[in-house]
């Protein structure tokens, strides 16, 4: 990634496209143009009507910060002459009326804590003397947040302008983009009806005809436009004869943004009037190209974004307001209409590169709130390499190929809309679509009773009806304690059977969701060798290594195993289409930047195979019953693999385990899979064997230390911090991407670290994302959490702060209550690895193994 300035043509000139503008002055880049379909006074756009409530607290930690840094943008921003901001801090109220939302506040009060948001719960009776219009007896309670407010989002865009075209940007005002230029896979330009604009980079910061863009570029845009119900009222007589309400519009309120969304509402003042947005209706899917061209005069009341109110469709709106808000009953609804704006299949914004054409980005389905956001992390990729808040859940190349096409996407978002307000559990599975990619074993899995999950299509076994008999012989110390209703939904007690039968016996685990891609070529050893940072010039065909993928930042980009299958070829057990995405474009440039003759493929070969894990005591026992190939130590260390056959199936084992157990992972093509699971599943028998799920792996997993990319790492925390050193090879002379900023780091103290907790009273749950609390402050919050049934107690990851120390009480904020835990040594299960090499028990002994280590620096 350079970090020189380059000529960068954004089409779309709303909140996002002059924000990108903006930020990218701000780093030094000026050669810029904007290109806008419509008016630049009042381009047309979701922008154009957006009633710009800011809610800042969100599940998601990233979208959080996008929304602070907008708060942050539009506070600062004035006028020429000096006037008010962009930005009206009037607070935000969010009302329970029924006791599970009241419930689900505390949850989001956890969110606060853990983002640093202010916030705080309020009884029934605060609510009402900061909004006296509500109505006292139907509201229970709520959560304030007083940095929340309304932005002005129509005249932020225009301030940008002004301030971006005096420092030199370039504005193409009714320029509609007509195609992309492109040559050997690169953008080189943008084609409109008025020319081509040369460009070595493009992005499309279009909001609902982003889908249109991309066509005109060969790329997929994973988004639906979707109409949204907004209507202003009547005077209401208890706003009327306020001075507020003489000031523009925007300006003109002073109750705080409301939103109740036990009903999918939102309200916000406009003078003497309300504001009354819907989601509870029917979704509405539009086809952006059906809007035709935007007109050369845009107004208020006549844009391309803002279609006919169906009153309809507000019917049931209209009466809930009038209960919640009773000043509302002696009105109507003077002017409504039906916006549009952009949803994905998982609600997301997309954000980045495209897969498939270099220089050429998108920032869509990004909503005002994280605008400002989304175009400082944006502008810090271009021009830098990286984003300071981690943009992984929101990349565009995140999506596998079957949530690409139109069916999958129309679907999916619009049951986003539908669910929007919704309190939805973190384990919620998606209910339809369903079944789109199933291993070879999934019939074998229904007739088990699999209780299935989905992740990028997949089905995924989280535990087995067929163990249910198991957990009445569960010893007593394994016996699965109570738990609170909100962890034990999506939860059996057979999880824990299943994890006492892996530590005890044997089990076998469907692996075959997890992404493998195959690096091909003369030029694989060199293109990983400059991308990873484990050495791997010395390293011998059979061998598997443990490495990470970094930014220029020394961010970890993802963590993965490299296998070498011989002197050019790389099987890499990945993350995410976005490892795939990364792979395939470096290895598009990696010829040019050494020879010809250097090439390198990378193709993915998930869905053209299968995988079973088989892990614990006796793994290798069934194994022995099944092929007559030496698996010994000497023939098949850990970390290395071996081509073989068995049962006359031929398979690949790599000797490495996700749960803390010795045995194998092996993989064969599609076609042999199902014979392959029989032929375990018979031999294993006699051995106790199990078929075990996602859930007891998960519980395993933690015990034993091991992380999961996205959920206890991200971009934003380097190797040291997240106690992942020994990935690092400190005796590698050869350059990699983030090499420069490790070596920076060697010299700093760490502030921060994913430590390991013990929950105190052996039995509280929490479910991720929770603050932490040490002295009565929040210093961090919840990456993983599960019960570990082999130490009979919750283990949970958490980021803290650096001088935290093993032994350090904390306290963890569940449901607004406080959950007493220990920081304590990891992993808290087996930390010489005896199990892992066949060597004994290691049941709840502390210390620290080979699998994670303290993160001391390695010397670069």
Same mark, same amino acid.
């Given at each position: 990634m350079t970090t020189q300035p380059q000529r960068v043509v954004i089409i779309g000139a709303g909140i996002v496209g002059t924000n990108l503008a903006d930020e990218l002055l701000s780093r030094g880049w000026t050669d810029v143009t904007v290109v806008e379909q419509g008016p630049l006074d009042l381009p047309g756009g979701s922008t154009s009507h957006a009633p710009g409530l800011v809610f800042q607290t969100s599940p998601s930690k990233t979208m959080t910060r996008f929304a602070q840094y907008t708060v942050e943008k539009l506070l600062s921003m004035k006028d020429r002459e000096g006037g008010g901001s962009c930005f009206n801090q009037v607070g935000g109220l969010e009302v329970a009326t029924t006791p599970e939302r009241v419930e689900e506040l505390k949850r989001k009060l956890g969110y606060a804590g853990s983002w640093g948001v202010d916030a705080r719960l309020v009884s029934a009776e605060e609510c009402l003397a900061m909004y006296p219009l509500l109505n006292r007896d139907i509201v229970l309670g709520g959560l304030h947040i007083p940095s929340d407010g309304l932005a002005l989002a129509a005249r932020a865009t225009q301030l940008l302008i002004e301030r971006t075209r005096d420092a030199g940007v370039r504005y193409l005002g009714h320029t509609a983009v007509t195609g992309i230029e492109q040559a050997d896979g690169r953008v080189t330009g943008v084609r409109t009806a008025k020319g081509t604009i040369a460009a070595d980079i493009v992005v499309s910061c279009a909001g609902f005809w982003g889908v249109e863009i991309g066509a005109m570029a060969g790329v997929?845009?994973?988004?639906?436009?979707?109409?949204?119900?907004? &209507?202003?009222?009547?005077?209401?007589?208890e706003l009327t004869d306020r001075a507020v309400n003489a000031r523009p519009n925007g300006l003109n309120a002073s109750f705080p943004i409301l939103r109740h969304q036990d009903h999918d509402l939102y309200y916000r003042e406009h003078g003497d009037r309300y504001g009354i947005g819907y989601y509870g209706h029917k979704p509405m899917p539009v086809e952006a190209a059906s809007l035709g061209r935007t007109p050369s005069q845009v107004d208020e009341r006549n844009m391309p974004s803002r279609l006919q109110f169906t009153d309809e469709d507000f019917q049931p709106a209209w009466q809930e307001s009038q209960r919640l808000l009773p000043s509302l009953q002696g009105g109507g609804v003077d002017d409504g209409f039906n916006g549009i704006f952009s949803f994905t299949p998982d609600g997301g914004p997309l954000i980045g590169q495209a897969p498939n054409l270099d220089g050429f980005y998108v920032a869509e389905a990004v909503w005002v709130t994280h605008s400002a956001g989304v175009a400082r992390a944006m502008a810090e990729i271009l021009t830098q390499g990286w984003s300071a808040v981690d943009v992984s859940e929101c990349e565009l190349s995140r999506f596998e190929d079957v949530q690409l096409n139109r069916e999958y996407v129309s679907e999916t978002s619009q049951q986003n809309f539908v669910e929007i307000y919704d309190i939805i559990h973190p384990l919620q599975p998606r209910e339809s679509p369903r079944s789109l990619r199933t291993s070879p074993f999934y019939a074998e899995q229904v007739h088990l009773g699999a209780f299935f999950m989905e992740l990028g299509g997949w089905e995924r076994p989280f +535990?087995?009806?067929?163990? &249910?008999?198991?957990?009445?012989?569960?010893?007593?110390? +394994?016996?699965?304690?109570?738990?609170?209703p909100w962890s034990s939904r999506f939860y059996s007690p057979i999880v824990a059977a299943e994890a006492w039968k892996t530590r005890n016996a044997v089990a076998m685990f469907d692996m075959s969701s997890f992404h493998r891609f195959i690096v091909s070529g003369p030029g694989a050893t060199s293109l990983l060798q400059r991308l990873t940072t484990a050495e791997l010039v010395s390293a011998r065909p059979g061998s598997i290594v443990y490495t990470l993928l970094l930014n220029d930042n020394a961010g970890i980009r993802s963590d993965i195993f490299l296998t070498r299958l011989d002197k050019t070829t790389y099987q890499i057990g990945a993350n995410s289409a976005t490892d795939l995405a990364y792979l395939r474009r470096e290895a598009r440039s990696h010829p040019h930047t050494t020879t010809p003759k250097n090439w390198v493929q990378v193709l993915d070969i998930t869905g053209a195979t299968c995988c079973i894990g088989l892990w614990g005591p006796r793994a290798g026992d069934v194994m022995r019953s099944i092929t007559t190939q030496d698996l010994s130590d000497k023939s098949l260390p850990y970390m290395h693999s071996k081509t073989t056959s068995i049962r006359g199936i031929p398979v690949l084992l790599l000797r490495k385990s996700y749960v803390g157990e010795s045995g194998w992972e092996i993989q064969t093509s599609a076609e042999y899979g199902r014979r392959l699971w029989h032929s375990l599943a018979e031999a294993g028998k006699p051995h106790g064997l199990v078929a075990a799920g996602r859930a007891a792996f998960n519980a395993l997993r933690l015990e034993k230390g091991y992380r999961t990319y996205?959920?206890?790492?991200?971009?934003?925390?380097?190797?040291?911090? &997240?106690?992942? &050193?020994?990935a690092v090879d400190g005796t590698k002379t050869d350059d990699f991407v983030g090499k420069g900023a490790l070596r920076r780091q060697q010299r700093r103290p760490l502030r921060r670290r994913l430590r390991c907790l013990t929950v105190d009273d052996g039995r509280s749950m929490v479910m991720g994302k929770e603050p932490v609390y040490c002295n009565r402050r929040a210093v961090g919050y919840v990456t993983s959490a599960a019960f570990g049934f082999t130490i009979r107690k919750p283990v949970v990851y958490a980021w803290l702060p650096g001088g935290l120390v093993e032994g350090a009480s904390v306290e963890i904020e569940y449901f607004g209550r406080r959950i007493a835990a220990t920081v304590v040594a990891e992993p808290v299960y087996d930390p010489a690895s005896r199990r892992l090499y066949g060597e004994g028990d290691g049941e709840g002994e502390g210390g620290l193994g080979r699998e994670v280590q303290r993160p001391v620096r390695a010397v670069l």
């Open positions: 997929e845009i994973p988004l639906l436009p979707l109409a949204h119900q907004y &209507a202003k009222t009547t005077p209401i007589p +535990w087995y009806e067929a163990n &249910a008999g198991l957990v009445r012989s569960l010893p007593a110390h +394994w016996r699965p304690v109570e738990r609170d996205g959920v206890d790492l991200t971009t934003e925390h380097d190797p040291y911090e &997240a106690g992942l &050193a020994f």
